[in-house]
């Protein structure tokens, strides 16, 4: 640890000249950041320029703390969508691209599906579709004698699988090329024929297991119907004839469901089989990101930042749920994304102190700056309820989050209406 802070003394020399409220004065310490982390995840990349590449979504505390079996070759959809985009955003257009082709070998080689969804994980490193298709991740396991794929990974959640099109869509911006449209329009459309709930307006939080007969997930999360929002409506600005812009007002239908107008905030989601509110727990990523991917909640973002300070803020950043037992890095990057978005540079400014102060050797952000950080869910709909947590290890998502909010970069819009902020 003492070594860990000497470092962050030597970025905070570098990045806000040691000066309090650096962050707020200009861009240079912003893009000074951004540029060091974005030198991180290329860091992680390895093989052949031109090949398609998967990031591991964790990587090791240190040497002498080998990562879980389950951890060890897993490439998360989410985080690689985030890192196309933090990527992008970097100009760092060859890196990004690497990445976003190896989603569309995703799409194209599966080696079951070919109905356009995408998994919510694969192998990481430099991919080679075999004849088997993209690989997914697994380990063997000498207590069962046998192969193992984690039920979670090996699913398709609406959520992860939404950002997998935001990603593509991204790419499209940065190059033209229609592959990356047409496949996200092949991801987009998977959501909703699959996805979506045929009696009230909504879609389903996905599939969690292997083929053949994965089990179909009934609750609704705010987070996902946030994303598959976005993506739509993104498609929908390429495609105003389609059927892009009613299938968005399916997910915003859901959306509005979810809002409490008493306490000013989000609820998490829906419970199984229904759209009545799950009250049990709450989650950070459900309250921000609405507020900078719907123009018409910006006249909310007073009450929803008030009420999400109160419930989710803790010293130097924010939790993920509202037990605040740790900061979320990934969910702090959030809120000074939506902060700096809001003309709120004050308040962003000790958030950026905060993501400063915990990067990693390895040039990446941890997950959380505890041991262990609760969320308060469930991997999968038959483990232990509250089982889902972060842990502190360097990671893709949380790095790419605070690029994005470095560069002040809105990942559920286009380059065109960065400058068009709702809030």
């Known amino acids: 640890m003492i070594a860990l802070s000497r ?30 982390l974005c030198d991180g ?17 964790f990587e090791p505390f240190d040497e002498s703390s080998p990562l879980h079996p389950a951890l060890e070759n897993t490439g998360f959809t989410y985080d690689n969508a985030l890192a196309i985009m933090a990527l992008y955003a970097c100009g760092r257009k060859s890196e990004a691209k690497r990445v976003a082709d190896a989603l569309i070998l995703a799409v194209d080689t599966d080696r079951y599906y070919h109905d356009g969804r995408l998994r919510n994980a694969y192998r990481s490193g430099v991919v ?17 004698n046998a192969w193992a794929e984690d039920g979670y990974q090996v699913g398709s959640a609406t959520g992860s699988t939404a950002w997998g099109a935001l990603a593509l869509l991204a790419a499209y911006d940065e190059t ?14 998977w959501i909703d024929r699959d996805t979506a709930d045929p009696d009230r307006p909504g879609y389903f939080g996905g599939f969690f297991g292997g083929e053949p007969t994965p089990d179909r997930m009934t609750w609704k999360s705010t987070e996902h119907n946030l994303d598959v929002y976005a993506a739509n409506r993104w498609l929908a600005s390429l495609d105003p004839g389609g059927e892009w812009k009613r299938r968005a007002e399916v997910a915003r239908s859901f959306l509005d469901a979810m809002w409490n107008q008493e306490t000013g905030h989000f609820h998490i989601g829906s419970v199984p089989g229904s759209n009545q509110p799950n009250t049990s727990t709450s989650g950070l990523d459900s309250e921000l990101w609405p ?28 939790d993920f749920n509202d037990d605040r037992d740790g900061i979320w890095l990934e969910g702090t990057a959030q809120a000074a994304l939506v902060y700096r978005l809001a003309g709120r540079d004050d308040k962003a400014g000790p958030l950026f102190d905060t993501i400063l102060a915990q990067i990693a050797p ?4 941890y997950a959380t700056d505890k041991q262990q950080l609760s969320t308060g869910l469930q991997v999968g709909p038959t483990s232990q309820p509250g089982d889902f947590k972060y842990y502190r290890l360097p ?3 949380a790095t790419a989050w605070a690029v994005l909010a470095a560069l002040k970069h809105n990942p559920f819009v286009g380059k065109a209406a960065q400058s068009q902020l709702p809030l």
């Open 7 to 36: 470092r962050a003394l030597v970025f905070g020399a570098l990045f806000a000249g040691c000066i309090p409220g650096a962050w707020a004065a200009g861009d240079d310490a912003h893009a000074g950041l951004a540029a060091k």
């Open 41 to 57: 995840l290329v860091a992680r990349m390895i093989g052949d320029p031109a090949q398609p590449f998967i990031f591991r979504s």
């Open 128 to 144: 080679i579709a075999g004849t088997n298709g993209m690989l997914l991740p697994g380990y063997w396991s000498t207590a069962d």
């Open 176 to 189: 033209s090329d229609p592959v990356y449209r047409d496949v996200a329009r092949a991801i987009m459309a």
């Open 291 to 318: 507020l900078i991917a719907v123009p018409a909640y910006a006249d909310k973002a007073g009450r929803v930042l008030e009420w999400t300070e109160r419930n989710h803020g803790v010293a130097g950043g924010f």
């Open 362 to 365: 390895d040039g990446l952000i």
């Open 395 to 397: 990671h893709i998502g």
